[in-house]
């Protein structure tokens, strides 16, 4: 069984799991008790905080953990609200946790603008800049869009922010561009970054948040005062180190290389057909969003799982009728339904990806037949 779905979950790597076993069997104390075996552990948490901004790039900000990136989004931008007519900006792209949110908050009165797409599935740079307005609180863009993998130009979004609403507080959800792009948050300019381990070969159940100013955020949380008391709670320790362990160790730029290949085969293996569309423009090499005409997706999906394991996009919102990141393109229902998403890892050989293209072209083919 060949795995395509890294989008959606990746593998633990060793060095990770082995972080993960010792801060859970051996060196297991509460970072947030008196005695030394637990202060040393709370020693080594901010150490690894420190070493997770050196991945990211950046020099100056905070590091809070949190249990994932749907949890750092969600803090991020309720943490930023503020009483009084505010405005928030978002992207139409953006994951369900930014997306439903940012519809919540709509329902409770707020004054809420979504940016549309262009039909490459790039946020519409002129129409953000015409959002905006000096009661712009909170912009909210992803870096990677996690269905069709276009990479938004974030540096140009920020330079945008900064001139049109000085007070807005920029949140980039990062998650499918955290070890897998290279990039520096210090020269993107960014007030608040999220991100989540399982997407990078770390465990589930840990993400952070990049702050750079922590006196911008609210707790949402009330507790014993962890995290610098924005967010509360013992720290899940085990796999906050997994997580950093597995950055460290990712080489970025080898990887992306290797991947870009791994892409352009497959494309090309399943280049020729014109019932089969790929979607967006200046993607990450890491996501291929395609729509299968006259097949769906589900059922596609189904048919291949015994030796290609695909997804159909967010795997969040997999059980869920359409997809608005496609509708914000452009794309109809009927479109829609016969989306697949492929997301490749450095780990898959040029051998499987082929392979993969083969089985999923000669799948579609069958499947189109039986339906004639």
Same mark, same amino acid.
């Given at each position: 069984?060949?795995?395509?779905?890294?989008? $959606?979950?990746?593998?633990?790597?060793?060095?990770?799991?082995?972080?993960?076993?010792?801060?859970?069997?051996?060196?297991?104390?509460?970072?947030?008790?008196?005695?030394?075996?637990?202060?040393?552990?709370?020693? %080594?948490?901010?150490?690894?905080?420190?070493?997770?901004?050196?991945?990211?790039?950046?020099?100056?900000?905070?590091?809070?953990?949190?249990?994932?990136?749907?949890?750092?989004?969600?803090?991020?931008?309720?943490?930023?609200?503020?009483?009084?007519?505010?405005?928030?900006?978002?992207?139409?792209?953006?994951?369900?946790?930014?997306?439903?949110?940012?519809?919540?908050?709509?329902?409770?009165?707020?004054?809420?603008?979504?940016?549309?797409?262009?039909?490459? +599935?790039?946020?519409?740079?002129?129409?953000?800049?015409?959002? @905006?307005?000096?009661?712009?609180?909170?912009?909210?863009?992803? *870096?990677?869009?996690?269905?069709?993998?276009?990479?938004?130009?974030?540096?140009?979004?920020?330079?945008?922010?900064?001139?049109?609403?000085?007070?807005?507080?920029?949140?980039?959800?990062?998650?499918?561009?955290?070890?897998?792009?290279?990039?520096?948050?210090?020269? @993107?300019?960014?007030?608040?970054?999220?991100?989540s381990a399982h997407k990078f070969h770390g465990p589930k159940g840990a993400g952070a948040l990049y702050v750079k100013n922590k006196a911008a955020l609210k707790n949402l949380v009330f507790g014993g005062g962890q995290e610098y008391g924005i967010?509360?709670?013992?720290?899940?320790?085990? $796999?906050?180190?997994?997580?950093?362990?597995?950055?460290?160790?990712?080489?970025?730029?080898?990887? *992306?290389?290797?991947?870009?290949?791994?892409?352009?085969?497959?494309?090309?293996?399943?280049? +020729?057909?014109?019932?089969?569309?790929?979607?967006?423009?200046?993607?990450?090499?890491?996501?291929?969003?395609?729509?299968?005409?006259?097949?769906?997706?589900?059922?596609?999906?189904?048919?291949?799982?015994?030796?290609?394991?695909?997804?159909?996009?967010?795997?969040?919102?997999?059980?869920? %009728?359409?997809?608005?990141?496609?509708?914000?393109?452009?794309?109809?229902?009927?479109?829609?339904?016969?989306?697949?998403?492929?997301?490749?890892?450095?780990?898959?050989?040029?051998?499987?990806?082929?392979?993969?293209?083969?089985?999923?072209?000669?799948?579609?083919?069958?499947?189109?037949?039986?339906?004639?």
């Open positions: 069984m060949i795995y395509l779905d890294n989008a $959606a979950t990746t593998k633990m790597c060793e060095e990770a799991l082995k972080e993960y076993e010792y801060f859970s069997c051996s060196n297991f104390y509460n970072p947030s008790a008196i005695y030394l075996p637990a202060i040393k552990v709370g020693v %080594a948490l901010d150490e690894a905080r420190a070493r997770l901004k050196k991945c990211l790039g950046a020099k100056k900000g905070d590091i809070i953990f949190t249990s994932g990136a749907t949890e750092s989004n969600n803090l991020a931008i309720r943490g930023s609200q503020r009483e009084g007519k505010w405005e928030y900006v978002f992207s139409s792209g953006e994951h369900a946790s930014v997306y439903n949110l940012a519809n919540a908050l709509k329902q409770e009165g707020k004054t809420v603008h979504f940016v549309p797409l262009n039909k490459g +599935g790039e946020i519409d740079y002129e129409a953000l800049e015409k959002l @905006l307005t000096p009661k712009t609180r909170v912009v909210s863009v992803m *870096f990677v869009n996690n269905v069709t993998g276009v990479i938004n130009d974030i540096k140009r979004i920020s330079q945008i922010v900064r001139q049109n609403a000085p007070s807005a507080i920029l949140h980039v959800d990062g998650v499918q561009a955290f070890c897998k792009l290279k990039f520096s948050l210090d020269e @993107l300019d960014v007030d608040l970054f999220s991100l967010r509360s709670g013992t720290e899940n320790v085990p $796999a906050i180190m997994g997580m950093v362990k597995a950055a460290e160790v990712i080489d970025v730029g080898a990887n *992306f290389e290797k991947v870009k290949c791994l892409k352009a085969a497959f494309l090309q293996e399943l280049c +020729g057909d014109e019932k089969i569309k790929f979607v967006g423009e200046n993607a990450s090499p890491y996501i291929a969003m395609m729509l299968f005409e006259g097949v769906n997706g589900e059922t596609l999906t189904r048919a291949l799982e015994e030796k290609v394991i695909v997804g159909r996009g967010s795997a969040c919102s997999a059980k869920k %009728a359409g997809n608005h990141v496609l509708s914000a393109m452009g794309f109809n229902l009927g479109q829609i339904k016969g989306a697949i998403r492929v997301s490749f890892d450095a780990s898959l050989t040029m051998e499987q990806v082929v392979e993969a293209a083969k089985i999923i072209k000669t799948t579609y083919l069958q499947l189109l037949e039986k339906l004639k």
